[in-house]
């Protein structure tokens, strides 16, 4: 039995099935990234972003970044 708080429990089942806001968004990068021979770093994929019409913040392009494992050439 996990040692969790209630509260904490009934969050996680009322969002489990919620879809994944930034799914487009993902894809897009996972699509950028190869055509740039992995050299853009977080603000050129924030650019590329913009210019797709998707704005978001330099932190969450960051965060999207690692999620599906692309590193940006700052942090190699």
């Known amino acids: ?8 429990y009934y969050y996680w ?3 489990m099935d919620c879809p994944d806001k930034y799914t487009k968004v ?4 996972q699509e950028i990234y190869p ?4 050299h853009y ?3 050129k994929n924030k650019k ?5 019409g998707l704005i978001l913040d330099p932190k969450t392009v960051l965060k ?3 999620q599906r494992g692309i ?5 190699e």
């Open 64 to 66: 999207l970044m690692n």
């Open 35 to 38: 055509q740039h021979k992995g």
């Open 1 to 8: 039995m996990a040692r969790i708080k209630r509260n904490t």
């Open 71 to 75: 590193l940006s050439a700052r942090s």
């Open 48 to 52: 590329e972003l913009d210019k797709k």
């Open 13 to 15: 089942t009322k969002h």
């Open 26 to 29: 993902k894809e897009v990068i």
């Open 41 to 43: 770093k977080t603000p």
